[in-house]
């Protein structure tokens, strides 16, 4: 049975985890449902607008002996009104039941590595997954910016990723002896999501970083150059949305669209008596849209990496991902020059930095706090809605007046759109 602390947020029934239990390949007719517990998956915040929860399923196998059986539960929040409003609003619960039942059978590869957890079964406003920690995956520590070894590997994951849409794709040409766009068939299940300059939420991020630039910037005295920037601003963001869904000018891919550290897995390995990164997965995909592979690979790169250690290694990462991408292809009897050549994909990413940049300044103000002060602030429900609806812009000024490690990550990403694409100092 569920634990009594979780009943009153979050149940799932005997007869749920008894459908579950079948669900799963491996078990055989002589296993025996026991029992099942329920608990919190973590302390911390895992993310912003879910709950997350442990599944814990003990059988009797064929030996009488008792086994367990472990999963991983994302459920809508039963306990913050605003959370739970911004999610059915955005369908973004929706959005990402459909992507697992619908959309990923098809893309997945059956020759590359795991790029995701599998979907166990979707219940009542919950999905049901294998558990990845159960299975040695975790998340780095969020204030760490990724080293060579794992970036490489999550470039790895979205080269695999990426690749199911291209081979689909290109079977379905074959088959129907016509051109096929996989957007095309899931249009209305890919759609723009957040990033559309209606809501809300995206320009709370735009003008939330604004007005902490104006009070904090390296500019916050030169009235001439705040001008300039106001002046260009809010043409900027619209250009990075412009960027954020289906592309005429590129060939696209099935994106994830939210690739900030805890929606990236790792698995490791001992050698010489140090962990060393092995494997990476994904998770969270209720973002999914249409979009060039470049808009992932950007936003990855912007996201989870150290400005200066991006600049100096952009060229090693972006070659690593297309040779990666090219050789999944290949392997495929898919030729990734009909797809892409090189040139072209060099062009999308130094096209799809300013994307990079604006989904990072969007995310990046949300999660480079503590997870105490996280959870204070955005489980509360007024709190969440005031900050990512209605103000962002005082609580940025007001972590970078008390945070001095805030104030400079997030003001890197704000003054890097700044100077490139406010006032074009691309070679500062």
């Known amino acids: 049975m569920s634990d009594k602390s979780s009943e009153t947020i979050f149940v799932i029934s005997e007869q749920d985890a008894i459908e579950i239990f079948k669900k799963c390949k491996q078990i055989n007719k002589d296993v025996v449902f026991k ?48 959370k739970a409003k911004m999610v059915k609003d955005m369908k973004l619960f929706d959005k990402e039941i459909t992507f697992y039942v619908f959309i990923k059978d098809k893309i997945n590869l059956l020759d590359v590595a795991p790029w995701s957890a599998n979907l166990v079964m979707a219940l009542n406003d919950a999905m049901v997954f294998e558990d990845l920690n159960f299975l040695q995956y975790r998340t780095r520590n ?61 320009m709370q991020c735009m003008n939330g970083a604004l007005e902490a630039i104006k009070c904090y910037s390296k500019y916050n005295k030169d009235v001439k150059t705040l001008k300039e920037i106001e002046n260009r601003w809010t043409e900027v ?4 949305l412009d960027l954020s869904h289906f592309s005429f ?29 092995e494997n990476c997965v994904l998770v969270d995909f209720q ?6 592979p470049a808009g992932d690979v950007m936003f990855l790169l912007y996201c989870n990496l150290d400005p200066k250690f991006r ?38 990413c130094e096209k799809y930095e300013l994307w990079g940049l604006v989904a990072t300044a969007c995310l ?23 900050i990512l609806t209605k103000d962002k812009g ?31 100092k691309i070679d500062e």
């Open 142 to 202: 969020k204030h760490e910016t990724f080293d060579e070894q794992h970036i490489l590997l999550a470039l790895q994951a979205l080269a695999r990723f990426h690749a199911g849409s291209l081979v689909y794709e290109e079977k379905r040409r074959k088959q129907l002896k016509k051109n096929y766009i996989i957007n095309d068939e899931h249009e209305e299940d890919l759609n723009r999501g957040g990033y559309v300059k209606s809501d809300p939420w995206f």
């Open 364 to 386: 990046v103000p949300q999660f480079w706090v503590n997870d105490e002060l996280m959870i204070k602030l955005f489980s509360d429900t007024v709190s969440f809605g005031e």
């Open 249 to 277: 000018e590129y060939r696209n891919v099935i994106c994830h669209r939210d690739l900030w550290n805890n929606n990236i897995l790792f698995s490791y390995k001992e050698v010489s008596e140090k962990f060393v990164p």
């Open 35 to 82: 029992s099942y517990s329920l608990r919190r998956a973590s302390e911390k915040m895992l993310g912003f607008l879910s709950d997350y929860w442990k599944l814990e399923i003990l059988i009797i196998n064929s030996n009488n002996q008792i086994q367990s059986m472990n999963f991983f539960i994302k459920s809508m929040c039963k306990s913050n009104a605003s």
């Open 287 to 292: 973002a999914v849209t249409s979009q060039p």
């Open 237 to 240: 963001w619209d250009e990075a």
């Open 394 to 424: 005082s609580f940025i000024k007001k972590m970078m007046e008390t945070n001095d490690d805030y104030k400079y990550k997030v003001m890197q990403v704000f003054e890097e759109i700044v100077d490139i694409y406010c006032l074009d």
């Open 311 to 348: 600049k100096s290694n952009m060229t090693k990462f972006l070659n690593y991902y297309y040779q990666e991408l090219q050789d999944i292809l290949c392997r495929n009897f898919v030729k990734i020059g009909d797809i892409m050549s090189f040139e072209q994909f060099l062009h999308s």
